[in-house]
Each structure stands twice: as structure tokens, then as C-alpha cells.
């Protein structure tokens, strides 16, 4: 068993040495206090509280490429609809999105060509119409039948170039 690698985390634990001294949310329990749940990408550019005027402990956030609904995405909403508050879904995918600019065999030879490395055995789960990926996800989770009833499912595409939540009918 290797040791936990300081010295490439060293940025990490010494911001969060200045995190603690400010900290604020011990208060917080488990449960979305706003009774949200957002799918969105895993893209840094994206602060999924910001965008929809919350903080800390309002929502459960779910983060994948792509944001994608995907078996665990599913286990993780039924929980939240059971045990952790959540009466509203938001599937949240975003413009820009590395996972919507071109096939999924594009993917893997790029990353064989790049890395060397064969990922055929993936699914990556890229889009060409991130608009009819969005509409068949929120189906997907309208759907599920393990899902708490009652629980309202939506779809927006998030503008990383404005900011701009654009919601989608689905």
C-alpha cells in the first residue's frame, strides 16, 4: 500500500487549512434544504449553485461527463427522493460540451492515437443532438420506476459563454 501523496496535494491541504478557519456550514444536514437535485457536467466552468441563486445545502449535486442519466445517476436520484429531501430534478447539461462535439468512436481513437490506451470497453456516452440527449434523459428519470412519486423532472441547457439557463421541453 503507497502513502498518500502530499507533496502532489500540498496546494490542496493548504488551501483547506484556510478553508476551516472560516467555515460556516457545520449546521448543514444531509438533506437539500431547497428540495433540488441538478445532473449536471462535470466541466469546472460550471458552479451549479451560482447558477441557480443557491448555496450550500440547498441542492445534491451530480456530476458526470456529459451529464449524462446513467445507472448510478439513477441510484443516486432515488435516494435523494427517499432520504435526502429532493422533490425537484434538473437535468443540466451545458454548451461547449467536449461530450457533444462528436462521436463516440471519435473519443476512443483520439485517446488511443494521444495515449495509446484502448477504451473501446467504455462507454463514454457522447451526443450529437444534446437536445434530444437532454429530452430522453429527463424521460429516462420521469420514468424510473423506483423514483419517489410526484417528483418534478426538468431539462435547461446552461450557456458557459453567458451563464444563461435555457430550458428545454421535453
Do not use: W
Not at 467504455?122 to 428519470?141: M, Y
Amino acid at each position: 500500500m503507497t502513502g498518500f501523496p502530499f507533496d502532489d496535494f500540498a496546494d490542496l491541504l493548504s488551501a483547506n487549512t484556510e478553508f476551516i478557519k472560516g467555515f460556516e456550514h457545520s449546521e448543514l444536514t444531509g438533506t437539500a434544504q431547497r428540495g433540488l437535485a441538478i445532473v449536471t457536467c462535470m466541466d469546472s466552468r460550471i458552479a451549479p449553485l451560482s447558477v441557480i441563486g443557491m448555496n450550500p445545502g440547498d441542492a445534491k449535486i451530480l456530476r458526470n461527463a456529459g451529464a449524462r442519466v446513467t445507472e448510478d445517476v439513477l441510484r443516486t436520484l432515488v435516494l435523494a427522493t427517499y432520504l435526502l429531501g429532493v422533490k425537484r430534478i434538473l437535468i443540466m447539461p451545458h454548451t461547449n460540451c467536449r461530450m457533444a462535439m462528436g462521436e463516440e468512436a471519435d473519443i476512443h481513437a483520439l485517446i488511443q492515437r494521444e495515449h495509446g490506451v484502448d477504451t473501446r470497453s467504455l462507454e463514454f456516452r457522447t451526443v450529437t443532438d444534446q437536445r434530444a440527449a437532454l429530452k430522453t434523459d429527463v424521460n429516462r428519470v420521469r420514468s424510473y420506476p423506483l423514483l419517489n412519486k410526484g417528483v418534478s423532472v426538468g431539462g435547461a441547457i446552461y450557456g458557459v459563454e453567458t451563464g444563461k439557463l435555457t430550458p428545454v421541453d421535453c
